[in-house]
């Protein structure tokens, strides 16, 4: 009897030993290597963030301080002389939009009527007469100062945040400088837009889109590493390992980059540490 159970347990144990080893090596297939998603997902965590390479439209959207400037003449000036018997009522207030056709003030029970856009300067009533003062929109511009490249590039899609409720606003070129000062020139733009209401010597930005490029290969410029003046490179997930490679660069603008060469579509970039990418080598140029 004593026999029979030995030679039972070693069956059942010899079981155990094979059917473990049909499970470590019974099918090579199953775990040879491939870019499956769960791979790429387990490789990448173990080493940084990671980026897919992609085919889109890129645009490099460049910005400058800019000012409102008001023109000789672009003052509407109401007047009207008051005798003792007339009754007078205002209808507007200083700093007031305006739009053509709005009722102005009331004299004696006749309504008289804004002539064109603009805003609410001045609002002076005294025993023998009335004022009010508009400055007419249609005679301001945009001022800026912008770097002489681009003006030789071309620039298009132009606009202006500023002003009331930070008005968005199209722009169109209105005159260049002859002269440049250093490396920039004085632009100014006139205001494509009839309900456009801002005060002279308000600030805010230009926007310009200087370049665009359409279905081309782009990346987050923090996966980009800066080694020198023009010398970029990129680490790829190869075959699981981390691989460093040189790349070429087109154009830019806030998030993401053209490359142009060294990467193809679906290549995985590995996010390099901080310090050394692209994103914090702009940002310690512009602070310089």
């Known amino acids: ?14 079981m155990v030993c094979v059917w473990s080893l ?4 019974g099918n090579d297939q199953e775990y040879e290597f491939s870019f499956d998603e769960n791979l790429i997902a387990d490789v990448s965590e173990q080493l940084t963030d990671t980026y897919v390479v992609e085919r889109a439209d890129i645009s490099n959207v460049q910005e400058w301080n800019a000012c409102v400037v008001m023109e000789e003449h672009a003052e509407q000036i109401y007047q009207t002389g008051i005798e003792e018997n007339d009754e007078i009522s205002i209808s507007v207030s200083v700093g007031e939009t305006l739009k053509a056709g709005m009722e102005l003030y009331r004299m004696n029970g006749e309504s008289f009527y804004v002539k064109e856009n603009g805003i609410c300067l001045a609002v002076n009533l005294t025993k023998n007469e009335l004022e009010i ?4 929109t249609r005679n301001l511009y945009i001022e800026a100062y912008l770097p002489v490249f681009y003006i030789n590039k071309g620039i298009s899609q132009l606009s202006f945040n500023g002003g009331f409720g930070e008005q968005t606003i199209c722009l169109q070129l209105k005159g260049i400088d002859a002269n440049a000062v250093g490396n920039t020139v004085r632009v100014t733009f006139s205001v494509d837009q009839d309900d456009f209401f801002c005060f002279p010597g308000t600030e805010g930005i230009v926007q310009a889109c200087v370049d665009t ?5 782009i990346a ?4 980009i590493i800066c080694m020198e003046e ?59």
């Open 1 to 14: 009897m004593k026999k029979i159970v030995f030679c039972i347990s070693m069956a059942l144990i010899v």
């Open 22 to 25: 049909v499970l470590m090596y």
């Open 133 to 136: 003062r508009i400055l007419d």
């Open 213 to 217: 490029r359409e279905n081309v290969l």
């Open 220 to 223: 987050p410029l923090e996966s």
């Open 230 to 288: 023009r010398d970029y490179r990129v680490y790829c997930l190869l075959n699981g390992e981390k691989t460093l490679k040189s790349v070429e660069l087109g154009i830019m603008n806030d998030i993401y980059v053209e490359i142009t060469g060294g990467v193809t579509e679906g290549d995985i970039l590995i996010y390099p540490e901080e310090d050394i990418n692209l994103r914090t080598y702009l940002l310690q140029e512009e602070g310089e």
